[in-house]
Each structure stands twice: as structure tokens, then as C-alpha cells.
């Protein structure tokens, strides 16, 4: 009972207070305050029940979010769990982007989104002339940070060409590739994105146009820029000329055959790189990525369509942004790193060249 009162006198004390603050000369400022103070409370209530999506301008119930985690079904034959992504008009896509989500899950998640986003021909609403098709599994999800896993969700529940494959277990890079080639990709073009990689903003919409533009070429790269740490496209251009490593330019100068993906002593030079741009038509020609031979398998497919007469071009360019991290798939799986292409050597190179470039 003594509670009671207290808390009664109390509000009899505030109620007499703000009955005079009110009539007094002040209360143009009390009401002014007043309002305020309502729309400051109706904000923070509505705030917790809808969140504002990073990207784009669709606006998602909260409950909407952390669909990946929820992920369940039954296994396919190749794999496959579930996909989430919105649904989509694939009649007018272009380009398929292929991703493979298996490297530091907490590391370079913000890094590859933001890129991606970045690009000139990246899609807000369809239609859309690019896909991005994104491969993973449980595990990755499972180890993924809650903030970056809901950053993923809204990611694709916000862009409507977005779309995540999660399966059983990781098949291996080259495995993931052949699964999107031959069942997601509706493009006519294909590339692929490395997490810890960037590019020029306008890295996917000028290989489009070289390729519409030159219809005897089937796989083009560009002049890739090399570095030793993550970094943006922005600040990697921040840094002084003389301590910026080029690779792969002076090739576009030069007439392309099988040759070109060795060097001198017979080493592997695998000048598409890390993001080369290519016709999906070709794999009706060459076949797919032999996942038998990885971490060599981007290398012999390119080399096998050569000696098969698909036409190569490098842009002189750099479109490109290789992070030599030590860590990547290609340094941590490979055991002898020049026997295979030796071997290569001796079945395309030397007397047995084909030429493969854009005026062969």
C-alpha cells in the first residue's frame, strides 16, 4: 500500500508540473517537445519489427530473414540440399556468375558482396542480364558469423538474381562449376568470382560487349593486376604506379596458340587467370571441367579448347584484381605443380601448336 501512494503522490506532483509547464509561456516548446518525443518512440517501435534491407530498396519483415540456416530437404543425386533466391525472369539473362563459397567464411564475405554490387550491369530488379548462382554447403553455413549470415539472406532476398545452392558436403571447386554449367546457368556467357578477388566496375559489361562485338571469340581475359594483400578495386588504384605488378598484358598484342600457356621451360601459364569471361556454348565443343585433374582443371580445359579451335583474346586492360593469397584452393591442393603441365607440353606445345587468338 505505501508503494501505492508514493507512486500516486508522484504522478499527482508530475501531472501539476506539466499542467503548468503547459499554460505557461513555454508551451509552444512543450508541445513541439512533446511531438518529438512521440515520433522518436514510434520509430524505435516500428524499427524493431522491419528492417531496412543493405542493399537494394525492397523492405523484408524480420522473419523473413535467416532463411540458409533453415535449410533441409533431401539429398539429390549431385548433392543438392535447397536453393533460396527470389524467383526470377531468366528469359533475358547474359551472363552467369559463378561462385563458390568454401573460402574463410568470416573473411571475405563483405568483401565479395560488395564487389559484385559494384558492377555496372549488376541487377536490382528483372529483368536482369546478369545471374549470380552462388555454391556452398551446410558447413559453410553452419560456421558462418550470425551478422554475416543475415547479411547473406539479405542479399538474396533483396536482389532478384541472386540465388545460393547449398549441398550436402563440398565436391570440390571444379565439381561446383560443372553443377551450375550444366543445371543453374541460363546465360550465354559464363564467369567466375573468387571471394578474395576484385575488379573495374565495368569488368563484366566490357568483356560482354567484346563478345558480342567479336563472334569468332569464345573466351576473353584482360591484363590482371597482382597483389599481396585484400584490397578494393578503389584502393588498390590509390597505391603508386611503380609498385603495381601487371600480368598477362602484353599478350594482347600478340597471336595466341597453345604455346602461350607455357612458358619457356615448359611451366604452366594460364593467362585466362582468374576471371576470364567464356561462351557456355563451348562446353558442347570441349566438355566440362575435369575435376581429375584439379587444381589444374580451368588450365586444361582452356588449353583443350584451344587445340579444338576456340578463339582466345586478351584485353590489354586490367580489368582484374588477383590477391596471391596462400591460402587459395589452387596453393593449397596442388602437389606438383609442373609435372602435369609438362605432360601438357608434350601433347600441345612445342611443333604441335595450334593457334587459338582472335586473328588465327
Same mark, same amino acid.
Given at each position: 500500500m505505501a508503494h501505492r501512494g508514493r507512486g500516486k503522490m508522484s504522478f499527482m506532483y508530475l501531472n501539476e508540473y506539466f499542467s503548468k509547464f503547459y499554460t505557461g509561456r513555454r508551451k509552444g *516548446?512543450? %508541445? @513541439? @517537445?512533446? *511531438?518529438?518525443a512521440l515520433l522518436l518512440?514510434? %520509430?524505435f517501435v516500428n524499427g524493431q519489427r522491419y528492417q531496412e534491407a543493405q542493399w537494394g530498396n525492397k523492405r523484408l519483415k524480420k522473419q523473413e530473414y535467416f532463411k540458409l540456416a533453415s #535449410? &533441409? /530437404?533431401v539429398t539429390s543425386p549431385d548433392g543438392l540440399l535447397c536453393?533460396? /533466391? @527470389?524467383?526470377r525472369d531468366i528469359d533475358n539473362v547474359e551472363l552467369s556468375v559463378m561462385i563458390s563459397l568454401f573460402s574463410d567464411p568470416n573473411k571475405y564475405l563483405r568483401h +565479395? +558482396?560488395? /564487389?559484385? $554490387? /559494384?558492377q555496372s550491369i549488376f541487377c536490382s530488379k528483372v529483368p536482369c542480364e546478369t545471374e549470380i548462382l552462388m555454391v556452398t554447403d551446410k558447413r559453410y553455413i553452419h560456421n558462418l558469423r550470425p551478422d554475416l549470415l543475415h547479411t547473406l539472406d539479405k542479399f538474396i532476398s533483396s536482389y532478384p538474381n541472386a540465388k545460393v545452392l547449398i549441398l550436402s558436403r563440398d565436391p570440390g571447386l571444379y565439381s561446383c562449376w560443372n553443377i551450375l554449367i550444366q543445371t543453374y546457368a541460363s546465360g550465354r556467357y559464363l564467369t567466375n568470382v573468387n571471394m578474395d578477388d576484385s575488379r573495374d566496375p565495368f569488368s563484366w559489361e566490357t &568483356? %560482354? &560487349?567484346? +563478345?558480342n562485338m567479336h563472334s569468332q571469340i569464345s573466351v576473353v581475359s584482360s591484363a590482371v593486376a597482382v597483389v !599481396?594483400?585484400?584490397?578494393s578495386w578503389e584502393e588498390y588504384h590509390a597505391q603508386p604506379l611503380q609498385e603495381r605488378t601487371i600480368w598477362f598484358g602484353y599478350l594482347s598484342d600478340q597471336n595466341i596458340d597453345t604455346n602461350s600457356f607455357f612458358q619457356n621451360d615448359g611451366q604452366p601459364h594460364n593467362f585466362p587467370h582468374n576471371s576470364p569471361m567464356w561462351r557456355k556454348s563451348i562446353h558442347r565443343q570441349c566438355g566440362y571441367f575435369d575435376p581429375e585433374v584439379s587444381p589444374y582443371s580451368d588450365y586444361h580445359l582452356w $588449353? &583443350? #579448347? #584451344?587445340? +579444338? !579451335? *576456340?578463339?582466345f583474346a586478351v584485353l590489354p586492360s586490367t580489368l582484374e584484381i588477383y590477391y596471391r593469397n596462400h591460402a587459395s584452393y589452387g596453393r593449397t591442393t596442388r602437389v606438383d605443380p609442373d609435372q602435369d603441365a609438362k605432360a601438357l607440353y608434350i601433347q600441345y606445345g612445342g611443333e604441335m601448336s595450334v593457334p587459338c587468338g582472335l586473328n588465327s
Amino acid at each position: 500500500m505505501a508503494h501505492r501512494g508514493r507512486g500516486k503522490m508522484s504522478f499527482m506532483y508530475l501531472n501539476e508540473y506539466f499542467s503548468k509547464f503547459y499554460t505557461g509561456r513555454r508551451k509552444g *516548446v512543450y %508541445i @513541439v @517537445v512533446s *511531438v518529438a518525443a512521440l515520433l522518436l518512440f514510434w %520509430i524505435f517501435v516500428n524499427g524493431q519489427r522491419y528492417q531496412e534491407a543493405q542493399w537494394g530498396n525492397k523492405r523484408l519483415k524480420k522473419q523473413e530473414y535467416f532463411k540458409l540456416a533453415s #535449410c &533441409k /530437404g533431401v539429398t539429390s543425386p549431385d548433392g543438392l540440399l535447397c536453393t533460396q /533466391g @527470389v524467383p526470377r525472369d531468366i528469359d533475358n539473362v547474359e551472363l552467369s556468375v559463378m561462385i563458390s563459397l568454401f573460402s574463410d567464411p568470416n573473411k571475405y564475405l563483405r568483401h +565479395l +558482396l560488395d /564487389g559484385l $554490387i /559494384g558492377q555496372s550491369i549488376f541487377c536490382s530488379k528483372v529483368p536482369c542480364e546478369t545471374e549470380i548462382l552462388m555454391v556452398t554447403d551446410k558447413r559453410y553455413i553452419h560456421n558462418l558469423r550470425p551478422d554475416l549470415l543475415h547479411t547473406l539472406d539479405k542479399f538474396i532476398s533483396s536482389y532478384p538474381n541472386a540465388k545460393v545452392l547449398i549441398l550436402s558436403r563440398d565436391p570440390g571447386l571444379y565439381s561446383c562449376w560443372n553443377i551450375l554449367i550444366q543445371t543453374y546457368a541460363s546465360g550465354r556467357y559464363l564467369t567466375n568470382v573468387n571471394m578474395d578477388d576484385s575488379r573495374d566496375p565495368f569488368s563484366w559489361e566490357t &568483356k %560482354i &560487349k567484346f +563478345l558480342n562485338m567479336h563472334s569468332q571469340i569464345s573466351v576473353v581475359s584482360s591484363a590482371v593486376a597482382v597483389v !599481396g594483400s585484400l584490397c578494393s578495386w578503389e584502393e588498390y588504384h590509390a597505391q603508386p604506379l611503380q609498385e603495381r605488378t601487371i600480368w598477362f598484358g602484353y599478350l594482347s598484342d600478340q597471336n595466341i596458340d597453345t604455346n602461350s600457356f607455357f612458358q619457356n621451360d615448359g611451366q604452366p601459364h594460364n593467362f585466362p587467370h582468374n576471371s576470364p569471361m567464356w561462351r557456355k556454348s563451348i562446353h558442347r565443343q570441349c566438355g566440362y571441367f575435369d575435376p581429375e585433374v584439379s587444381p589444374y582443371s580451368d588450365y586444361h580445359l582452356w $588449353i &583443350k #579448347c #584451344c587445340s +579444338l !579451335g *576456340v578463339r582466345f583474346a586478351v584485353l590489354p586492360s586490367t580489368l582484374e584484381i588477383y590477391y596471391r593469397n596462400h591460402a587459395s584452393y589452387g596453393r593449397t591442393t596442388r602437389v606438383d605443380p609442373d609435372q602435369d603441365a609438362k605432360a601438357l607440353y608434350i601433347q600441345y606445345g612445342g611443333e604441335m601448336s595450334v593457334p587459338c587468338g582472335l586473328n588465327s
